[in-house]
């Protein structure tokens, strides 16, 4: 699975680094995230339960961090496993562009790959919860930067997903 996006966050490109690096704001905003711990400058380990159609798991796993160019861009790379469920893995190449002095435009792009039950739910299925889940994290992420309104998308009237969690 491949996404890619841009999202407008109301608040500062410093203050959108801090908070993508900040284990207690990503908690906050991952949907069924139910632990993100930093466990070096560039790691984090994290549990986090999601739904895609009839398959519910709880998914640990690890994150890493690279390529970091603060407070510009990085690198996060992850994998995570949910048993019988099955495993993601993938990665995602962060860029922030200052818009403003109080909005900075995210971009992303995406590479995961999925594997076990949830690889036969099918691609359309797992597509949806992805966007789905990535409205909610940018609707998250937006309020923890002080924003009163929901994120939008960066180009208007196109809606794309993300990856549903930090740990694909």
Known sequence: MQMNDSQRIPAS???VWAMLNDPAVLKQCIPGCERLEMTSPTEMTATVVIKVGP???SFGGKVTLSDLDPPNSYRISGEGSG???GFAKGGATVRLEAESVDV???HYEVDAQIGGKLAQLGSRL???TAKK???EFFT???AAAGGT???APAEAGEKKGWIASLMS
Do not use: C, M, N
């Open 55 to 57: 398959v519910k798991a």
């Open 126 to 128: 797992i597509d949806s």
């Open 133 to 135: 889940l990535a409205g």
């Open 149 to 151: 309104t929901d994120a």
């Open 13 to 15: 490109k410093e203050r």
């Open 104 to 106: 900075t435009v995210l």
């Open 83 to 85: 048993g019988v469920a």
């Open 140 to 142: 998250r992420f937006a």
